[in-house]
């Protein structure tokens, strides 16, 4: 497994190795860990093709036929075992090879999954960043809703981009599926239950949320906005926030503005449209 790890170190090196953040205990997101995973699935797969291919090309030529066709001295007869070919020792060391190579991938997918299913770590600096910011979200037919620790809701997640997110994702009424593509993220919203999540934005931008799951009719249009706001900006808004706030109306998706932005209304619009 150091061999893989040395690989992707060296051939894709990063500030934060998977190697030391496995010793060290640390989290990853989905975001960090898929690209690591797929860069050494790539190498070696590819390095495999080529050793496949090469050894079949070396073999079609060995053993092509010359035109002559006299019959092959000593051919073996039928029930009869071949002999020679170093009593199976290629074929040995060939297969140990392969399970040490398939072990070795498996453990390391694993424990570089356990981070991200370990959750957000702690993080430390300014005030109100001592810890992730956990948010509940909820599917309905058909958008997201997202309920703070103040209680305050929102049809828009709204978050910092100086600490990790930690989702808290549940449903309604039907099965869906949160996921957010920009952060590789994604994970079932089931009826009773709760499944986590978390991700770690580094800077200000408004990217997409959406169902992956098909929900009834209004399935795709089940998305919603996710704004990554700075952190000194996010802690103003925040504070102005209760569960009894009223969005102010530019926040076009909050719902100060849900007129058009709730789910129902939204899709009566279309239907009206059509």
């Not at 050494?40 to 797969?45: A, K, P, S, T, Y």
């Not at 010359?66 to 009593?87: F, R, V």
Request: net charge negative; with cysteine; hydrophobic share 35%.
């Amino acid at each position: 497994m150091s061999v893989l790890v040395g690989l992707t170190v060296q051939t894709f090196g990063t500030s934060a190795p998977p190697a030391t953040v496995i010793l060290q205990g640390q989290s990853r997101t989905m975001s960090e860990v898929f690209p690591h995973l797929f860069s050494i699935f790539l190498v070696l797969g590819t390095l495999v093709g080529i050793v496949v291919l090469s050894y079949m090309v070396y073999v079609a030529v060995r053993y092509r036929a010359d035109g002559e066709t006299d019959e092959l001295k000593d051919s073996p007869q039928l029930g009869e075992l071949p002999e020679g070919g170093g009593d199976g020792r290629k074929l040995a060391v060939s297969l140990t090879l392969s399970a040490i190579i398939v072990i070795a991938l498996i453990s390391y997918a694993w424990f570089l999954l356990m981070g991200v299913e370990g959750g957000p770590p702690e993080v430390s600096g300014e005030p109100n960043s001592d810890k992730p910011l956990s948010v509940t979200v909820v599917g309905e037919q058909f958008a997201w809703k997202y309920i703070y620790p103040n209680g305050n809701s929102s049809y828009t997640l709204r978050v910092p981009d100086d600490r990790p997110i930690e989702l808290t994702i549940t449903s309604s009424d039907v099965m869906h599926t949160y996921g957010i593509p920009k952060y590789d993220l994604k994970t079932d919203a089931i009826p009773a239950q709760n499944t986590t999540t978390w991700f770690n934005p580094d800077e200000t931008e408004t990217v997409e949320a959406n169902c992956y799951e098909l929900c009834g009719t209004g399935h795709s249009e089940m998305t919603s906005e996710v704004i990554i706001m700075d952190g000194a900006e996010f802690d103003r808004w925040y504070a102005q926030t209760t569960s009894d706030a009223t969005p102010t109306p530019n926040e076009s998706t909050t719902e100060g503005a849900h007129a058009m932005d709730h789910p129902q209304s939204r899709l009566a619009h279309n239907h009206v449209l059509v």
